[in-house]
């Protein structure tokens, strides 16, 4: 299982110092929504700049104009975007065509959607790469990522899942089982005292047996 780290709700200066910190220990880094709203995508530039190689994730959380804010993005320097499942068709099929002409990524956020039958049609409209979300909000209000949102996506075969939403060194456990691609943790890296060693701690638990050294 990869762990993904969200840089969200950070200033500029110190996304850059936990990327690098933490570039070692993670398998990705994800530019946060609220980091790309606040600062565009100057700071997707940048890391790119400073870290040529990360897998570096956009979330973009694309809802419209799939084909020109995806390019915005992956143009900028990230190797996958987001985009929402509730998003029009249209959208999420131009987001996943700029992404396969860049040689690229899409995800597909799940963030608000509770009908099977909407990640079927997403599926059967090509998407291969789908994202669990509990958003703050929603875990504010007590919800969490738990067993029932991977109701959403059990019967496919052969797609990416991704899980995220207050997930940490104690709830990660409830994923270890479950056929995940990447876990997304923000928070409880990221708002950590020590951010590296908790990225550690989480990322021993990703390691099946036959990934550990
Ligand atoms: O996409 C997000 C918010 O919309 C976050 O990046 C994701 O939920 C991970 O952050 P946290 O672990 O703090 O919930």
């Not at 789908?130 to 067993?147: N, R």
Request: hydrophobic share 45%.
């Amino acid at each position: 299982m990869k762990l993904q780290v969200a840089l969200d709700r950070l200033e500029w200066s110190e996304c850059l110092r936990l990327i690098e910190q933490l570039q070692d220990t993670v398998d990705l880094v994800e530019i946060g929504t609220g980091v790309i709203k606040e600062y565009g995508m100057a700071i997707v530039r940048e890391v790119r700049e400073a870290f040529p190689v990360l897998p570096l994730v956009a979330d973009m959380k694309i809802c419209d104009a799939g084909r020109y804010e995806a390019e915005q993005a992956l143009l900028a320097g990230a190797d996958a975007v987001t985009v929402m499942g509730f998003a029009p068709l249209s959208t999420i099929r131009d987001v996943h065509a700029v992404a396969g002409r860049l040689g690229k990524q899409a995800i597909v956020d799940l963030l608000g959607i509770t009908d099977r039958s909407r990640v079927n049609q997403l599926a059967e409209a090509g998407c291969s790469h789908f994202c669990l979300h509990v958003g703050l909000d929603d875990q504010s209000a007590g919800h969490q990522a738990d067993q029932r949102l991977f109701e959403l996506v059990q019967p496919l075969a052969h797609v990416k899942i991704s899980v995220a939403g207050g997930i940490n060194e104690q709830t990660i456990d409830r994923f270890l089982l479950q056929s995940v691609h990447t876990v997304i943790v923000g928070s409880a890296i990221t708002g950590s005292k020590l951010p590296k060693q908790a990225a550690e701690q989480i990322r021993s638990k990703c390691q099946s047996p036959s990934e550990s050294g």
